[in-house]
Nanobody
Framework: QVQLVESGGGLVQAGGSLRLSCAAS????????MGWYRQAPGKQRELVAT???????NYADSVKGRFTISRDNAKNTVYLQMNSLKPEDTAVYYC???????????WGQGTQVTVSS
């Protein structure tokens, strides 16, 4: 059974940092694209960052220069280092694993990040 388990969320003051982790299990391939998405109250879920198995990264413009995504294929874990946090970063953060072929997508349960002003 595929599982993605996020951890590391919490409450932090503006300007602070948090590191999210997502541990994958249940047969997820290390070749999958791993990503972080977020959903704020009343808004649609949006992409934050993705990383391929080869380490190519992609970021939303709103987090470029502040967030860093990385992965440890040996541990089947993906990380999101978030620095210089802003109140508008407040959201539930979700981990996603995407298998390109045959297509399959797996989501974690989400972890709350709250940034106070």
């Amino acid at each position: 059974q595929v599982q993605l388990v996020e951890s590391g969320g919490g409450l932090v003051q503006a300007g602070g940092s948090l590191r999210l982790s997502c541990a994958a299990s249940g047969g997820i391939s290390s070749r999958n694209v791993m990503g972080w998405y977020r959903q704020a109250p009343g808004k649609q879920r949006e992409l934050v960052a993705t990383v391929t198995s080869g380490g190519t990264t992609n970021y939303a413009d709103s987090v470029k220069g502040r967030f860093t995504i990385s992965r440890d294929n040996a541990k089947n874990t993906v990380y999101l280092q978030m620095n210089s946090l802003k109140p508008e970063d407040t959201a539930v953060y979700y981990c996603k694993s995407t298998q390109p072929w045959p297509y399959a997508a797996y989501w974690g349960q989400g972890t709350q990040v709250t940034v106070s002003s």
